[in-house]
């Protein structure tokens, strides 16, 4: 493999950019987890009185449908950031975001304007999923190209500990209010805090991805391009490289049901079937999560020295072993303690998927299709997949067969086993280190 023409920036310069990188997805997934958060007390609000199980069925379908939106997101940001730039693409995504958080935080209930609140609710998830859709391929073409050879999978690790901090932010401004408001004020008017909070940091955060140096890749990228006249887009990234897009949904759907069962779904159920009290489960989920971030530049220093195929095994073995006994027992236990280490046994695990879920899928294309490559089948995944989590674990239990679900999530991550099986190790054959790579002798599967 020739040697990239790129050259290789400071350790200090590699980590600034890497910093402000992830100071605006820190954002944009505070915004997004805040919904799923904080949804246990607005569910109410938008929708008809019911029962508990019926209204957050209401609430987790709404979070599906922000879901439909990430495909579209993932292909027009995604293309926006392969022709523009990723600097440009991360600054509209997050603008978006703010704009969803800002809806929420506004929009009248139900026994105000009736039909059109959940209506609101709807268009601010639809802006929303259209900029994480678009935020994920942006985000990991920018961290694994900013990243030096021999350090992509540690550095790019930090996309997810980003996420996680985005979610221990929303689950700490909800551990806050818990304590300083009653259980009637954060339902009236509390739940709208942390939106107000999403808005406002976006702002700041819009202004500080103007700011950020743009990827040398992507700008070595756009000078041979205006000289070549080469093919970018949708019909670059399916003739030239779908055997990458196949292997990337193979690696993505385990990883994606895992993460969505064990990151957002996990503090329903322990609400909703182990009948653990929500602040508890607020505290249980922060301290899980917090370890569970700690673990991502670990895993990712690990696929760097050993391979990316032997970290990305750990987890799906140890996922499809483990899933139906931790969540079994997690649905029987009040003990808070036993609720976190169980919690935080899973998220061990995940952290052998989500620390390489940029780099081991931006290491498959070329700059000209990176950022699009990586987005639009992780968002078909996320929208198909992870969206539809929540709704089918409510769903199944509603319908009395709530541990089919626990097999379900076990089948999704059998699936990533198979394609680790197929795929070449992608750090020996990773297309961030050819700045001209020819695309048909570095397909990753074998």
């Known amino acids: 493999m020739s040697q990239s023409r790129t050259s290789v920036p400071a350790r200090s310069q590699v980590t600034a950019n890497v910093v402000r990188g992830c100071l605006g997805n820190l954002i944009e997934w505070y915004d997004w987890f805040a919904y799923a958060t904080f949804s246990i007390y607005f ?172 990827s040398q890749h992507f700008e070595q990228e756009r000078t041979k391009a205006a000289a070549t006249q080469e093919r970018k887009g949708l019909h670059a990234l399916f003739t030239e490289y779908p055997r990458q897009l196949l292997a990337v949904f193979g690696l993505a759907i385990g990883g994606t049901v895992a993460f969505y069962t064990y990151t957002t779904y996990l503090q329903k159920y322990l609400v909703n079937t182990a009948g653990i009290p929500k602040s508890t489960v607020s505290v249980i989920g922060f301290a899980a999560l917090f370890v569970y971030m700690l673990l991502q530049p670990v895993a990712g220093a690990l696929s760097d020295r050993y391979g990316r195929r032997p970290v990305m095994f750990a987890f799906s073995i140890c996922g499809m072993l483990l899933t139906v006994p931790i969540m079994t027992v997690l649905g029987h236990t009040r003990s808070p303690w036993l609720a976190f280490l169980l919690m935080t046994a899973a998220l061990t695990f995940l952290s052998g998927y989500s620390a390489l879920a940029a780099i081991i899928k931006a290491e498959m294309f070329p700059t000209k299709v990176r950022a699009l490559g990586v987005g639009l089948p992780h968002a078909l995944v996320t929208a198909t997949f992870g969206g539809l989590t929540e709704p089918i674990a409510l769903a199944l239990k509603k319908g009395g067969h709530e541990t089919t679900f626990f097999w379900y999530v076990t089948a999704c991550i059998g699936l990533t086993f198979l394609a680790t099986l197929v795929v070449r190790e992608p750090s020996r054959t990773s297309l961030l280190e050819d700045s001209t790579p020819a695309p048909q002798a570095t397909a990753p599967l074998t």
């Not at 997101?73 to 995604?78: A, C, D, P, S, V």
């Not at 603008?95 to 105000?112: C, E, F, V």
């Not at 805090?193 to 955060?205: K, N, R």
């Open 43 to 214: 569910a109410g609000a938008f929708f008809p009185e019911g029962n508990q199980t019926a209204q957050l069925l209401s609430t987790a379908v709404v979070f599906a449908v922000g879901f439909l939106m990430r495909p579209l997101g993932g292909w027009l940001l995604g293309a926006y950031a392969d022709k523009y730039g990723r600097r440009r693409a991360l600054t509209l995504s997050v603008t978006l975001m703010s704009l969803g958080s800002l809806t929420i935080a506004l929009a009248p209930g139900h026994q105000t304007i009736g039909l059109w609140a959940p209506l609101a609710l709807v268009l601010a998830r639809l802006l929303q999923g259209l900029s994480v859709g678009g935020e994920f391929g942006s985000s990991a073409s920018y961290l694994a190209e900013v990243a030096p050879p021999g350090r992509r999978g540690f550095y790019s690790s930090f996309q997810y500990v980003s996420i996680v901090l985005g979610q221990l932010a929303a689950l700490l401004v909800a551990i806050v209010l818990q304590n300083l408001l009653t259980e009637g004020q954060l339902e009236s008017w509390g739940w709208r805090v942390p939106f107000v909070i999403g808005a406002a940091a976006g702002l700041v955060v819009m202004y500080l991805r103007r700011t950020m140096e743009e």
